[in-house]
């Protein structure tokens, strides 16, 4: 399981940062891509986040068990 862990936390992390990354370049672009893509990129990464949260609340829990 540890190794699992040792996966899915960068894994999680590197998706927020790219969700953060092309919801803000969609945002400075502006435009047509823009207008349709910044806030549902932006929604995706709270959701992001919220994974990535729960990922590393289950990993300080099961090394807590351990």
């Known amino acids: ?5 040792s996966i899915l936390i960068p894994g ?3 998706a927020v940062l790219v969700a953060l990354a092309v919801g ?4 400075f672009k502006g435009g047509e ?11 995706l990464r709270v959701l992001l986040q919220f994974i ?4 590393l609340v289950g990993a300080f829990y099961w ?3 351990g």
């Open 33 to 43: 891509f823009g207008r349709s893509y910044s806030n549902k990129l932006m929604r």
């Open 63 to 65: 090394r807590s068990r």
């Open 12 to 14: 999680s992390l590197v």
């Open 1 to 5: 399981m540890r190794d699992l862990f």
């Open 52 to 55: 990535a949260v729960l990922i």
């Open 24 to 27: 803000l370049f969609a945002l």
